[in-house]
């Protein structure tokens, strides 16, 4: 086993139970915090110590204090733009104020480092040149985005005031098996549910918008290597190429079968019409590339929502 301990926050939601997949191959021992709002036991292998408690849980305390964590990638959130955009309120209270209670924690507790979720989609609102980097302007379109942003400020003002490294990578558009296909957010999920069950769908918009796909395993890399470089580092993790929602849609429907006719809808408030980021930094400081082409992606993503939702 190896003598780091590794706490994940959302350890049971999409991403975070690929990454505890990785680092649970590799024998680290590994604490999950996750309250279940999107995410599933049933993605946990059993080699995790799972703690079902919400971030903004004040008992949050308790758990570090038993676990005493090395390093701790946060991913759990409330992950909806168009959540952020009816309920404000909520997205903060779990995104900022969670994180916050998070943080206060790791600097109580010892914490060596924190690997932090945060979003290349949702921070730097609609581009002003593309791919866009790491020194494009700040420009959130949703309340989601916003908090995403206030926390990398916040690691930040406890990297210089208390000593707490962090790395934080800013994702793009990532997809893969089990992404929840329920919720508002994941296009990808969304679609490849509704054409294996055959259910009307609808694009909203022209389609012609256009995002960065980045395959779960390219980013679960990514991940990984942030744990011994980086520190200190705001880093974009994507593929550095835009790809339209009807591209997507297509592809998916050829690996699917789907036959119905896919509507059009309304655009939704809050979203980014056209984003791809430029990953150089990720190359450079984490020796990092994207290895799954959009089509693999797409089709290794539709065969597990056809093994896994029928029946
Ligand atoms: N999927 C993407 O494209 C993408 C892009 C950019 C950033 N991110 C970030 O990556 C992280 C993981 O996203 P995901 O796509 O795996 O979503 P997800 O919803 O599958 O995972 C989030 C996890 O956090 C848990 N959670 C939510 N609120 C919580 C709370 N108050 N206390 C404890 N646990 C809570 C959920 O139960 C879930 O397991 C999030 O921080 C998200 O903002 C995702």
Redesign the pocket.
Known sequence: MSNLRIMI??G?????SHLVDKLSALNFDLIV???????HQGNLGSSARFYN????DQHLSNIFEQERPDIVFH?????SVQSSMKNPYNDSR?NVL?SINLFENCVRFGVKKVIY???G??IYGEPLYLPCDEAHPINPLSHYGVA?YAVEKYLQVYNNSFGLRYTVLR????YGPR??PHGE??VVAIFSKGMILDEPLTINGDGSQERDFLFVSDLVDALMKSIDVADNEIINIGTGRGYSVNYVHDELKKHSGYLLKTLRGPEKPGEVFQIYLDSEKAKAILGWVPKIPIEEGLRMTVDWFKNNLNG
């Open positions: 926050t959302g049971a939601g999409f991403i975070g915090v996750d309250n279940l709002a999107s995410g408690v919400d971030i903004t991913l759990a959130a409330q992950i779990i969670g979720a945060s979003s989609g949702a995403k994702f793009s558009n990532v992404q929840d957010a994941g």
